[in-house]
């Protein structure tokens, strides 16, 4: 469970992690399965809401990504190189690693797909530049 913290504020401690999965992870999901899989899908995002832990989270649609340069110029993308791209995702602000792992087990279970699960970099200016923005 998460500690108190005041709305929208992120606690001292806690810490952010992506969860995602690839495009076409969920191909194998028939048409038939795919209501059942969304309402798992979205009980356990209800019950990381309910736990203070969602931060924020959904599926990508399925389409090429535009690369912007440093220059401002766009290409299509992604690379041709590039074999696996986001599907989707959730952001989780939780106490340890261990407790991101059990969150995407959760949702692996749900989305019948294996999960990622990579530590966000924390930035405590840009996280002061928010409190004070929403002052």
Known sequence: MRPEGPPGERVMGMTQYLISFNDGAMDHITAEELPDVGKAAHAVCQE????????????????????????????????????????????????????????AAKLAAACRCAQEVRHLMPDPELETMLREADR
Do not use: C, H
Not at 52 to 59: A, I, K, L
Not at 65 to 76: E, K, L, M, N
Not at 81 to 93: L, N, S
């Open 48 to 103: 990381a809401m309910n736990a203070g832990v969602w931060v924020f989270g959904t599926g990508l649609q399925r389409q090429r990504a535009s690369i912007v340069a440093t220059d401002g110029v766009v290409t299509d993308g992604p690379y041709p190189e590039t074999k696996e791209v986001i599907g989707g995702f959730v952001v989780v602000d939780v106490a340890s690693r261990e407790e991101a792992l059990a969150w």
